[in-house]
T-cell receptor, first 112, second 113 residues
Framework: DAGVIQSPRHEVTEMGQEVTLRCKPISGHNSLFWYRQTMMRGLELLIYFNNNVPIDDSGMPEDRFSAKMPNASFSTLKIQPSEPRDSAVYFC??????????FGPGTRLTVT | QKEVEQDPGPLSVPEGAIVSLNCTYSNSAFQYFMWYRQYSRKGPELLMYTYSSGNKEDGRFTAQVDKSSKYISLFIRDSQPSDSATYLCASRYYMDSNYQLIWGAGTKLIIKP
């Protein structure tokens, strides 16, 4: 199995620009999670989906963040407009029935 | 107070030493406990998980849970430089028809050759 795939691996953008992060979960997994990791705040859950339906988005910091999962094999996390404080590593993880989570390699986002 | 507390370290030990990594949690409803290992610039990877109090062993790694004191431990025997990484504990519980996964801050471990 290829594991969780994320793209891009690195993203550098200017403040105010739209950023879209992409994730392909492991085939057969029905739960998908978006996390943000920073030195200051550690690993934070932003949102998770079960069977393509958003279940808990209480971790989404503000309306500038949105996430979609149009089908079982693809999800996006969008930030519009981006701000320097959004700079972090964003991880996508998937699991089967919300048990052990398997993480992707992450997208390192830098907003200047 | 965070629901899962973990000393961020760094913890530096010589190669071959026994390493003890620890977490405490506050919620008695936590049912399921996991240890993840994260190498620099990589995603966390599941190392071990356990449900009940007691020990679970996998090679050089032993996970221990004491639900009476709400204490989680990971022991690494014969530590190797390749074990240098950040170790995150996580606890899961069921609330409002959903599973919640609570993460510790992670402990950075350095094994000196």
């Amino acid at each position: 199995d290829a594991g969780v795939i994320q793209s891009p691996r690195h993203e550098v953008t200017e403040m105010g620009q739209e950023v879209t992060l992409r994730c392909k979960p492991i085939s057969g997994h029905n739960s998908l999670f978006w996390y943000r990791q920073t030195m200051m705040r550690g690993l934070e859950l932003l949102i998770y989906f079960n069977n393509n339906v958003p279940i808990d988005d209480s971790g989404m910091p503000e309306d500038r963040f949105s996430a979609k999962m149009p089908n079982a094999s693809f999800s996006t996390l969008k930030i519009q407009p981006s701000e320097p404080r959004d700079s972090a590593v964003y991880f996508c993880a998937s699991s089967r029935d919300r048990y052990e989570q398997y993480f992707g390699p992450g997208t390192r986002l830098t907003v200047t | 107070q965070k629901e899962v507390e973990q000393d961020p370290g760094p913890l530096s030990v010589p190669e071959g030493a026994i390493v003890s990594l620890n977490c405490t949690y506050s919620n008695s409803a936590f049912q399921y406990f996991m240890w993840y290992r994260q190498y620099s610039r990589k995603g966390p990877e599941l190392l071990m998980y356990t449900y009940s109090s007691g020990n679970k062993e996998d090679g050089r790694f032993t996970a221990q849970v004491d639900k009476s004191s709400k204490y989680i431990s990971l022991f690494i025997r014969d530590s190797q430089p390749s074990d240098s990484a950040t170790y995150l504990c996580a606890s899961r519980y069921y609330m409002d028809s959903n599973y919640q996964l609570i993460w510790g801050a992670g402990t950075k471990l350095i094994i000196k050759p």
